[in-house]
């Protein structure tokens, strides 16, 4: 068991082995959630990808440019479970 002590600032610092153990890094946020016998569940938060985030990620990896047609085949494959 880890035991956290709490500032007067009603702050703890989590150990760096546990902000591992959560997968948590710099900047990262956490969710804690309240349960009804006075516990708490606490869980590292990951960010929903939006489309900025989407777009441009395969920038400069490849010269080839594909059709829609062969955009539109390579999904039908995946989805179909074919690579």
């Known amino acids: 068991m880890i035991v956290l002590s709490m500032t007067t600032r009603g702050q703890v610092t989590f150990r760096k082995d546990v902000l591992h153990h959560l997968g948590i890094k710099p900047g990262d946020k956490i969710a804690l959630d309240k349960l009804p016998d ?6 590292a938060v990951k960010p929903a990808g939006t489309i900025d985030g989407f777009l441009g990620v395969l920038a400069g990896k490849t010269q080839k440019i594909a059709t829609l047609e062969e955009i539109a085949d390579a999904a039908a494959a995946g989805w179909a479970g074919r690579e």
């Open 38 to 43: 006075g516990r708490v569940s606490l869980r």
